[in-house]
Every structure is written in structure tokens, then in C-alpha cells.
């Protein structure tokens, strides 16, 4: 089975500065997708971005990029120019080929200070 | 487009109470789910569907039941309502699960936070 770990419930950062955020997952399979969702005070789940695992470039939106190492089986989010409205929770998430839904970390409280 | 719609928003329970969280898409997606969030947790999933009259149990399926008799609403039925099923409920729907070599996007609705007393 498969099982996607967050190992930092919280963090905070300077506004206008960068974070990373960590995210490791344990699987069998070569192929699959990786997304991370971030979800406000008002609790909508919202998409940040994704990521192929045959594609071998790291996905990027806009301040948002990841770094994906496929090997060590590790998904860290990067954010860069902090804002304030990036203050979220923000959850890894795995999805299986062939497999409807997704497999959730527990989150990673992001706090971006003034 | 709506998106992904859930109804109510809140709602509290008494224990053993029965009720229907609604969910609705207008994006014509085959797959539909739920899942619960229960604090300081990731999503769950509950129970998903891949097309009208196709359903499935996901990880914690006990305590619930669901339907699917249209493309576009996926209730779920809590029957006798226990302190445990306090939670935050999300329903999400995507076009395709990746039997197509691909593993879309699931969309969100706003969720229902319930609590059962």
C-alpha cells in the first residue's frame, strides 16, 4: 500500500521570503502522479500543482515549483516570494494509475508572517 | 460552471440521528468521491463511484452508504450517527481515475463539517 508522509506539521516564513516543504511517499509503482493541495482558513482544497513521474522536469506554477526526486521518493514543494495569502495548510498527495483516489499526508501548517 | 457543490455547510447531529450530505458537479466527470478529514489528519476516502450505479468502499467505508443514479450527484447517507463520524466531509470529482495512463486533477468542493453530540 501506499503511503505518503509529511514530516512537518508546521512553519512558518518571512514574507517575500522562500520555504520548502517536505514530502516522501513509499510505493511499488513507476508510474503515477503527485500533487499538492493547499487548503485556506475556509477549508476548499485547492489545487497548488503536479507532477508526472515519468516526466523527469520539475513541475513549476508560477511562484510554485517542486522538486522531484523519484529515487529517494521525495515530493518538496517550494514557494517562493512568500505572501501572506499562502498562510494555509498544505497536503501531499499520491495518485496510482488505474487507482481512483488519492492517498493524503497528514499537512504541513504554513504560516507567512509580515 | 459550480464546480464541485456540497450541502449544508454545517450541521450537528445527535447520536443515532440519520442524515444526507449532498454533492453535485457540473463538469460531467465519471469519477466522484468522499472522503473525511478528521483534525490534524489528511483526507480519508470513503467511498467512490465511477459512473452512475457504480459504487465502491474506499479505506473507512463503516457507518456510511452512498448512491449514484446520475453523472452529477453523489450523496452519502449516514445511518445512526456516532460520536466518531464528527468530522469534515469533502466530496471531489475528477474526469478520469487513469485507467487512460492518466491521473486527473480531483476538484474540490467546499466541504461539511459535521458533529455528531
Known amino acids: 500500500a501506499q503511503t505518503v508522509t509529511q514530516s512537518q506539521p508546521e512553519m512558518s516564513v518571512q514574507e517575500a521570503e522562500t520555504v520548502t516543504l517536505s514530502c516522501t511517499y513509499d510505493t511499488s509503482e513507476n508510474n503515477y502522479y503527485l500533487f499538492w493541495y493547499k487548503q485556506p482558513p475556509s477549508r476548499q482544497m485547492i489545487l497548488v500543482i503536479r507532477q508526472e513521474a515519468y516526466k523527469q522536469q520539475n513541475a513549476t506554477e508560477n511562484r510554485f515549483s517542486v522538486n522531484f526526486q523519484k529515487a529517494a521518493k521525495s515530493f518538496s514543494l517550494k514557494i517562493s516570494d512568500s505572501q501572506l495569502g499562502d498562510t494555509a495548510m498544505y497536503f501531499c498527495?499520491?495518485?496510482?494509475?488505474?487507482?481512483?483516489?488519492?492517498?493524503f499526508g497528514k499537512g504541513t501548517k504554513l504560516s507567512v508572517k509580515p | 460552471n459550480a464546480g464541485v457543490t456540497q450541502t449544508p455547510k454545517f450541521r450537528i447531529l445527535k447520536i443515532g440521528q440519520s442524515m444526507t450530505l449532498q454533492c453535485a458537479q457540473d463538469?460531467?466527470?465519471?469519477?466522484m468521491y468522499w472522503y473525511r478529514q478528521d483534525p490534524g489528519m489528511g483526507l480519508k476516502l470513503i467511498y467512490y463511484s465511477v459512473g452512475a450505479g457504480i459504487t465502491d468502499k474506499g479505506e473507512v467505508p463503516n457507518g456510511y452508504n452512498v448512491s449514484r443514479s446520475t453523472t452529477e450527484d453523489f450523496p452519502l447517507r449516514l445511518e445512526l450517527a456516532a460520536p466518531s463520524q464528527t468530522s469534515v466531509y469533502f466530496c471531489?470529482?475528477?474526469?478520469?481515475?487513469?485507467?487512460?495512463?492518466?491521473?486527473?486533477?480531483?476538484?474540490f468542493g467546499p466541504g461539511t463539517r459535521l458533529t455528531v453530540l
Open positions: 498527495a499520491f495518485g496510482s494509475m488505474g487507482q481512483g483516489n488519492l492517498i
Open positions: 471531489a470529482s475528477s474526469y478520469s481515475p487513469g485507467l487512460a495512463g492518466v491521473v486527473d486533477t480531483q476538484y
Open positions: 463538469m460531467n466527470h465519471n469519477y
